[in-house]
């Protein structure tokens, strides 16, 4: 029965374990503390282990006496699952029932602690097992090591090291967390102190350390002290494996030495190492970077050949380049590509492409990609924000305002970021004094009533914020008054609660379009605080307004509004009689 339930157990099988158990005792065969063991074991091993405990328990009740044997997997499991608590108190469990937890008990503990960081319970129970008599080994002090590394306690798992140093002959996988951590502290110091140490002691690192240190060497592009290391390696009878390979490949690229990285490729051939898809991926996009895309696609059409399959990062290091030579064509090609081949993209491909489309300024090609991301859950407001940027740098207002209606149908709001991208892009373009056509068009035309009342305010928040031109805003207030008269004085509001001063021209549009509501007392108040605010229109500007009221039909508010500028000394008496304005419409863009 034992080996039948531990071979259903080692398969995930946990209900015939459990059938064959109870099958135990029907057939009057009660289970021995190994059956305990078995059970109590496989069920940690399959992610049971708050199971395992249930049963422990129940077997205790039945008089079984368990023994470190049957806890310290229990404890390794607990740990294993991130339940240190559990751990714990399994650990206590334990000693009250007189059961001496043994070094391994110990070591899951102190290991599981130190893996997410919890230093300190960890330590407690580093001293707990040396009160205990037992002596700590390589484990203990790696999990110790690599929980101080970790934590940035460098000083802490030093005084470890050499602590081990003192008693134990170590093994190199506990110099790999610290050469790590120095590695990203770029203390080379003190990785040639740890790597001399090692070579002192007699410790000859293996390909894996080496690989360690080459992939950060290289990463940070120390080419000249990789290839040093490699000799080194070579004097010690070992030689690079593809990891190693790929490390260099890489590196290369990065300082963009092409024709070595090249070079390396063929040497790896000619070794009888086959360079796998990481390599290729380096070294295509190595090519891409240095803006040599041709000899990346031929790179690329080799590893078809040798049947290499590309991966999502393959493809999104060809795309990218096609994007930056201004290929988006060949970059949309490329993608369609990618998903006949069932690559799945992911928001890397999606980013690249869409900085693709915002510097062509091609609007199918981005309305096609925006469909896309939507589709497979990319659609994000950044990734349109770059696109509705690429539009308005061109210049492009009517593409700009064709894909923001689109972005809104598919409920995807702007927000502040978007319309300082418009703002930015216009300014680049040399129009930002025609930002206002976009904001009113989003405001006015198409949009539904909740997408409008969302970007007035918006809108009205950048205002606050003092992010949009003061340019901007008043050409944006001229155009309201004609459409829609209520965004205007919204907008004049705002300005007036920064502290911002509006045009002339702008208040004399909303002194015309209250008029042509009859809201006289709203005009008068406008007056009164343009007098205020020491804004003077001149008398040309005045008189067009007047004239346009009059010629409309606004008698009583022409008269009204007339014997208010006179109050306030911007027209002379005789102007009232006067016909025609002496200067022509471009009077009123006078400030």
Same mark, same amino acid.
């Given at each position: 029965f034992n080996h039948l339930i531990e071979g259903h157990l080692r398969q995930h099988n946990k209900e015939e374990a459990f059938w064959l158990l109870n099958e135990m005792r029907k057939d009057g065969m009660s289970p021995n503390v190994y059956?305990?063991?078995?059970?109590?074991?496989?069920?940690? /091993? %399959?992610?049971?282990?708050?199971? =395992?405990?249930?049963?422990?328990? /129940? *077997?205790?009740?039945e008089g079984i006496k368990p023994n470190a044997f049957v806890y310290a997997p229990l404890i390794s499991g607990y740990c294993r699952e991130g339940k240190f608590s559990l751990a714990c108190e399994a650990l206590k469990k334990m000693t009250s029932s007189n059961v001496m937890p043994d070094l391994y008990c110990y070591n899951s503990l102190i290991i599981g602690l130190s893996k997410v960081g919890k230093m300190e319970e960890a330590i407690e129970y580093y001293d707990q097992m040396l009160k205990q008599g037992l002596r700590p080994n390589e484990f203990t002090y790696d999990?110790?090591?690599?929980?101080?590394?970790?934590?940035? +306690?460098?000083?802490?798992?030093? /005084?470890?090291?050499?602590?081990?140093? +003192?008693?134990?002959?170590p093994k190199d996988f506990i110099y790999a967390h610290l050469l790590e951590v120095y590695f990203k502290s770029d203390n080379l110091e003190k990785?040639?102190?740890?790597?001399?140490?090692?070579? @002192?002691?007699?410790?000859?690192? @293996?390909?894996?350390?080496?690989? %360690?240190? %080459?992939? +950060?060497?290289?990463?940070?592009?120390?080419?000249? =002290?990789a290839f040093r290391v490699i000799s080194v390696m070579e004097k010690n009878g070992l =030689?690079?494996?593809?990891?190693?390979?790929?490390?260099?490949?890489?590196?290369?690229c990065k300082t963009a030495d092409m024709e070595k990285a090249v070079g390396l490729l063929d040497e790896m051939v000619k070794k009888g190492l086959e360079p796998g898809i990481v390599c290729y991926n380096a070294l295509i996009d190595g090519l891409c970077k240095s803006d040599n895309i041709s000899h990346a696609r031929t790179v690329f059409n080799? *590893?078809? %050949?040798?049947?290499l399959l590309p991966n999502c990062v393959t493809y999104t290091s060809l795309i990218d380049g096609y994007c930056k030579a201004g290929e988006i064509h060949d970059a949309i090609g490329l993608y369609q590509e990618m998903l006949e081949r069932g690559v799945i993209p992911d928001a890397f491909v999606y980013s690249v492409l869409t900085s693709g489309c915002s510097n062509s300024g091609d609007l199918q090609q981005a309305l096609f990609i925006t469909e896309e991301m939507v589709l497979r859950g990319y659609g994000s407001i950044s990734s349109f924000d770059t696109l509705v940027h690429g539009f308005c740098k061109r210049g492009k207002l009517q593409e700009t305002v064709e894909f923001l209606h689109v972005m809104m149908d598919k409920n995807i709001m702007p927000n502040v970021r978007t319309i300082e991208k418009i703002v930015k892009g216009l300014d680049e373009a040399g129009k930002l004094s025609e930002a206002h056509t976009i904001f009113v068009e989003l405001q /006015?035309?198409? =949009?539904?009533?909740?997408?409008?009342?969302?970007?007035s305010s918006l809108f009205t928040d950048m205002i606050n914020q003092g992010l949009v031109p003061l340019d901007v805003i008043n050409n944006t207030?001229?155009?309201?008054?004609?459409?829609?008269?209520?965004?205007a004085l919204m907008l004049h509001d705002a300005l007036l609660a920064e502290g911002a001063l509006m045009g002339c021209t702008s208040y004399l549009a909303l002194l015309d379009g209250l008029c042509r509501k009859s809201k006289l007392t709203e005009a008068f108040n406008l007056l009164k605080e343009m007098e205020e605010m020491g804004i003077c229109p001149s008398?040309?500007?005045?008189?067009?307004?007047?004239?346009?009221?009059h010629s409309s039909g606004f008698i009583q508010e022409y008269n009204k509004v007339f014997d208010t500028m006179l109050g306030y000394k911007w027209l002379q008496k005789k102007s009232k009689f006067c016909n025609s304005v002496g200067n022509s419409q471009e009077a009123v863009n006078a400030e």
């Open positions: 059956t305990c063991s078995i059970m109590i074991n496989g069920l940690c /091993q %399959i992610g049971e282990s708050e199971t =395992a405990d249930g049963l422990l328990e /129940q *077997m205790v009740a999990g110790l090591i690599h929980g101080y590394s970790m934590t940035g +306690n460098l000083e802490k798992a030093e /005084q470890l090291l050499h602590q081990m140093l +003192n008693r134990l002959k990785v040639s102190s740890i790597l001399q140490s090692m070579l @002192d002691r007699g410790v000859i690192p @293996d390909n894996r350390l080496y690989g %360690i240190v %080459i992939h +950060n060497l290289s990463r940070s592009g120390q080419m000249q =002290a =030689a690079p494996d593809l990891h190693i390979y790929s490390s260099l490949i890489s590196g290369l080799s *590893m078809l %050949i040798k049947g /006015q035309k198409k =949009a539904s009533q909740r997408e409008t009342d969302h970007l207030i001229q155009s309201h008054c004609k459409g829609d008269l209520d965004k008398e040309d500007q005045c008189m067009i307004l007047l004239n346009n009221l």
